[in-house]
């Protein structure tokens, strides 16, 4: 034995329940036991009659058989062969073989390399302990599931709907099902999700099964049967419960019909093989059909986890036809797994999320890179998608940071309808899809309306356009939109969420965000729009950015993870905005949340259709100053964009007033000391998308502007970029005057 082996030894017998430890060569004559005689420390009544009530005895040697390779390869312990099989936590064996218990949940070679040799002792200890107490099962609320063979045969099932649908009686239930196999190993993934049942079948359904059979180079798949066998039961339905643990033993159809006796099930199988017999006989076909077959199990309560009974037993077979499969049949029957079907339930706890739904509807604006990241965020945890738009189609490049891969381009589908069938695996439905802009969506059709009419409805838009943010913030639509976007080649990542009432608006958060990233230091525009323009092709249209899939990925898994948020706890209600920066290391994400207000709009007396909106950092700033001389104007400058397209002015915060400055109960008169500068040094920080606009000041009554203040703002025309703006805070409220 190897070094390994031996530490291993010194540090069982070192535990204080080791009475002491024989190691021989096993039989290979390349393994190692040692054989440990264990104290189980039982009571003194147990002791004295030789044995807990569960057959435990006072001392019971356990073999633990090191490998060669050990620690490459994990050790097995065993018990004597007459050990107590009918106890839970016994894994699957063959009769008259040494018992194998099981005592780690998971892995045994992940427990010796992460805690020792010392604490799988510990578990041997605990699992004889629990055993003589006859309290291996710690949770009573449910029955524990059968210890199986790990095995690479595997059935999608879904086990409660097929106990909902059950026999009253018992007797015999046939599913199609689905099956691919290789040909060189014993391997198998089979699907009885979307299955027709019935109770008999004949040899045309059999030729019809192995006519379309596809042959692959290694593997097969088609069609297959699947034989539910229910235990026989009285005329009201009730069957007696198996409230016995027996390892699974089964190796071959012999051992699966005896075992069906065990469990009641023995006319169900023998009627399942009869009309097989009866069908592969008179076949002019040759070959190996693998099939399934599973005993139901009547457990005196539902399994752990589920709110079913009936713990289902499935084994595959292999009948070579036109061969019968007689009683003493040898034919090796492999224990299946089943696993749950994927739902929305299934997919929800396996992503550690909460059964619920808040029942949004979304409709996702864009299927880049981004977007269709996050649109999979949401369908992987189990939500559904209800539209998606898009006007573009997948070409090559795109795979570098996409969802779908390059063969994707190959099949002349635009990514709306290709991410949507990605969807449709996961939730079962397939999204409405749009192939076009958003622009020329047409909101008369149903499933527009439904999409972004409805209070419950959420619009994502992932687009990074412009044009498609201005269209949403000027739709009269019901649905709250939702913007994700990448900033500065993936550095920077902004999420925001229009308040309650679409106030603020998706324009506002975004003008916002740029006031926070001015903050922080992080704004950037490149000083040329083809600065970082990768060529991938001739032509204008060949350009993309250079971003990797690992840095969009950093920003899509935060937005997604908010999506899960909402669709567990509902849109908050007010306004958000999230900025997230990726920090040096390339590796680290920093996200920051601020909760914005209501903006509130200006009255304009005379708008020449413009509109000013003063974003709800702004108006704190203001009511603040305001607060702090009721008695007197005051005022300021304002900051923020304007968008002379639209005529839209987004005030996203004041710069206090010089100290020289003048108050009085009448007037406000703006100081000049250090002033321009501190616009200067504002205007450098705002890179362009951000500049000073005007003044505002406070009036004590409420009422709009003097001739002063007009006279003020003529005095600004064509001196300040796009616009100035005179704002005037009232105790009612704003007002404006504009001149370009």
Known sequence: MNIYIQDAIEVIKSHPRIRSVEVREAADGKSTIAAAVFDTNLPSTWRANGASPTGVRPEEEVEILFPADFP???????????FNSSLPHINAHRAGDRVPPCVFSDSILELLHSDGVLRLVEQIVNWLDDAAENTLVKNKDGWEPTRRYRNVDLLMLDTEAIAKHRPK?????????????????????????????????????????????????????????????????????????????????????????????????????????????????????????????????????????????????????????????????????????????????????????????QGLIVTHVGCGSLGSKIILHTARAGYQTRLIVDDTYFAAHNSARHVLHPLNAMTLESKTIQVAQLVAQYTGSHPFTYEGKVQDLPMQDQNAKLALDSPNSIVVNTTGSTVVRQYLASSDISARVVEGCAMNLGEIGVMSIEGSERNPSTVDLISMAYEVLRQSELLTVPDNTNTNLLRIGVGCNSVTLPMSDARISLIASGIGQALLTMHQEGVPPDGKLSVARVLQDGMSI?????????????????????????????????????????????????????????????????????????????????????????????????????????????????????????????????????????????PDGYSAVIRK
């Not at 490459?72 to 007459?82: N, Q, S």
């Open 72 to 82: 490459k390869t994990a050790p097995i312990p065993t018990l004597r062969p007459d």
């Open 169 to 357: 009686r018992g007797g015999l239930q046939i599913y199609d099902a689905s099956i691919v196999w290789s040909r060189s190993k014993r391997e198998s993934y089979g699907n009885a999700e979307n299955v027709r049942v019935k109770s008999v079948f004949y040899g045309m359904d059999l030729r019809s099964i192995c006519e379309k059979f596809e042959y692959r180079r290694d593997t097969a798949a088609g069609k297959t049967l699947l034989a539910i066998c229910w235990p026989e039961a009285d005329y009201d339905g009730n069957c007696p419960a198996i409230d016995e643990y027996r390892p699974d033993s089964v190796r071959t159809y012999a051992d699966l019909l005896n075992r069906s006796r065990e469990y009641k099930c023995e006319q169900a199988l023998a009627l399942f093989i009869k009309y097989f017999n009866q069908a592969a006989k008179d076949l002019p076909l040759r070959g190996h059909l693998p099939i399934y077959i599973a005993l139901a199990v009547k457990r005196p309560m539902r399994l752990l986890g589920m709110m079913t009974d009936y713990e289902l037993l499935a084994y595959r077979l292999d009948p070579r036809i036109p061969e019968e499969i007689d009683s003493n049949s040898m034919m090796p029957a492999s224990t299946v797994t089943m696993i749950e079907p994927v739902s929305a339930s299934l997919l929800r706890r396996t992503s550690g999320l909460k059964e619920t739904d």
């Open 590 to 730: 920093l996200w920051h949340h601020f909760e914005v207000g209501k903006t509130r709009l200006a009255n304009l007396t005379d708008t020449g259709g413009w509109s000013v909106r003063v974003l709800d950092a702004a108006h704190r700033k203001i009511a603040e100053e305001v607060n702090r001389y009721q008695k007197v104007e005051t005022g300021g400058v304002i900051v923020g964009r304007i968008s002379a397209l639209t005529r839209e002015v987004f005030i996203t915060d004041v710069i206090e007033a010089p100290r020289d400055s003048k108050r009085t109960p009448a007037q406000f008169i703006l100081g000049t000391e250090g002033l321009t500068e501190r616009i200067r040094q504002y205007e450098m920080s705002g890179k362009g998308v951000l500049w000073c606009l005007g003044t505002w000041h406070s009036h004590i009554g409420a009422f709009g502007p003097s001739l002063i203040d007009i006279d003020t703002a003529d005095s600004l025309q064509g001196k300040l970029k796009e616009a100035a703006v005179l704002l005037i805070h009232r």
